[in-house]
């Protein structure tokens, strides 16, 4: 159950506080650390750093305020369709609505990208990314069981089909 808003932690306001742009190579110290802060496997520094600077397919987006970088979401354009492969926000920074201003541009992406389909995992027990997830619109489609080789946890795949305006729409 949702607690009433005067109950709820006090939190600014979501939109005008973050920026969010493309990651550049010179971010990786602060996607890292942020990385090492929220998995307990977390994905190596030049792993990181071939996805922000190799590979055409992948966009690698940073969310910051005036402080600097706070979060980061990585996805791929493949085969007509988005997939969302890892998403973070720092510790300190969360439950302020980072992450959300990342999936709104995720689908922006995919609009504007003529994409219609977002696809991502998310492991079972991942309570709070799942609602985050499910507050986008995304549904659960599926699970991929002991897909994360760490510790053989069930993946939730889940999904979000974008209406994607034709081009001989007005
Ligand atoms: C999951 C994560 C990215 C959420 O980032 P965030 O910036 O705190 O998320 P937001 O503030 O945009 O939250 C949006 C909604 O998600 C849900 N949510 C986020 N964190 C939650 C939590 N700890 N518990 C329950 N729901 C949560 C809520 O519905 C929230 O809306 P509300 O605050 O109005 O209730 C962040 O907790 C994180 O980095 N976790 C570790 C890494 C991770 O698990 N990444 C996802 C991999 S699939």
């Known amino acids: ?12 306001p ?3 506080k973050w920026n969010v742009r493309a990651a550049l190579p010179e ?4 996607i890292e650390r942020i990385e ?10 030049r792993a990181l750093s071939e996805e922000i600077s190799c590979r055409s397919w992948s966009q690698v987006s940073v969310v910051e305020t005036a402080q600097g ?4 979401m990585i996805f ?7 997939h969302l492969l890892n998403l973070a926000v720092s510790p300190s920074c969360r439950r302020q609505g980072a992450a959300s201003i990342l999936i709104e541009q995720l689908i922006e992406a995919a609009v504007q990208g003529g994409q219609n389909q977002v696809f991502l995992e998310v492991r079972k027990s991942n309570t709070a990314a799942k609602r985050l997830y499910t507050e986008a619109g995304f549904v659960e489609i599926g699970v991929r069981p002991g897909y994360y080789s760490d510790n053989g946890e069930d ?3 889940m ?3 974008i209406e994607v305006p034709s081009p001989s729409a007005p």
């Open 76 to 82: 791929w354009r493949v085969a007509g369709e988005l």
């Open 36 to 45: 090492r802060a929220s998995f307990k496997s977390p994905w190596s520094r």
């Open 159 to 161: 999904g979000l089909r």
């Open 1 to 12: 159950m949702k607690l009433p808003r005067a109950e709820q932690p006090s939190k600014e």
């Open 27 to 30: 971010d990786i110290d602060a």
């Open 14 to 16: 979501k939109a005008p």
């Open 155 to 157: 993946a939730v795949l």
């Open 69 to 72: 970088v706070v979060g980061y």
